[in-house]
């Protein structure tokens, strides 16, 4: 079974801090996604990470997986009210494309 | 996520009657995922399928559960005899391709309450 463990699982941080959250496994994944999830709603694909060592940036947000491929970060810079909600990484294996979530981290960014 | 649609939104059902969760892929979209989230826990994968086939019901319980996605019409996960410990969000998600890297597209997800 591979286990996906996201950290830490709980934020809260001031307006215009900077933070990162960490994903992290000890299997090996073909690509790694981010999605951020609010109350109420599913979650949304933030990126995706194929190459290891990639990194990938969105705005304010900066994504990068591990050399390896086992692990990716989240850093989020000048974070805004907007950014609040429930941040879960999944890693995917190629074949058919069975992907395994994290737990997630939940952030609340306080203005 | 207005491209996958799932309804209802929200589901109330007394314990022994049987739940109907229904998801309509992203247009275009032949693959479907469908996944449980609880309180506290993550997503996790229940079953996968292609239009009339089952590729992954892994993660399906082994009784009770069950899914389809037929040739017309939304994909349906059907839970007969509820209990308790089914109330959970259920989420559906969809691709354009099972293999690769293709992304997966989320509905808003049922809620689903057992009296």
């Known amino acids: 079974t591979q286990l996906l463990e996201q950290s830490p699982q709980f934020l809260s941080i001031q307006e215009g801090e900077n933070l990162t959250v960490y994903c992290n496994s000890s299997?090996?994944?073909?690509?790694l996604q981010w999605y951020r999830q609010e109350p109420g709603e599913g979650p949304v694909l933030l990126v995706t990470?194929?190459?290891?060592?990639e990194v990938k940036k969105l705005k304010r947000l900066t994504f990068q997986f591990g050399d390896a491929r086992k692990d990716s970060s989240l850093h989020i810079t000048a974070a805004q009210p907007g950014d609040t909600g429930l941040y879960l990484c999944?890693?995917?294996?190629?074949?058919?494309?069975?992907?395994?979530f994290g737990i997630g981290t939940k952030l609340q960014v306080i203005p | 996520n207005a491209g996958v649609m799932q309804n209802p939104r929200h589901l109330v059902r007394r314990r022994g009657q049987e739940a109907r969760l229904r998801c309509s892929p992203m247009?275009?979209?032949?693959?479907v995922y469908w996944y449980r989230q609880l309180p506290e826990e993550g997503l996790k994968f229940m079953v996968y399928l292609q239009k009339e086939n089952i590729i992954d019901e892994s993660g399906m319980p082994k009784e009770r559960f069950s899914a389809e996605f037929p040739k017309e019409g939304p994909s349906i996960l059907r839970i007969q005899q509820v209990v308790r410990g089914d109330s959970a969000a259920y989420f559906c998600?969809?691709?354009?391709?099972?293999?690769?890297?293709?992304?997966?597209?989320f509905g808003d997800g049922t809620r689903l309450s057992i009296l």
């Open positions: 999944a890693g995917a294996n190629g074949g058919y494309q069975k992907v395994t």
């Open positions: 299997s090996v994944f073909s690509s």
């Open positions: 990470v194929v190459t290891g060592g």
């Open positions: 998600a969809s691709s354009s391709q099972g293999v690769g890297n293709q992304p997966q597209h």
């Open positions: 247009k275009g979209h032949s693959h």
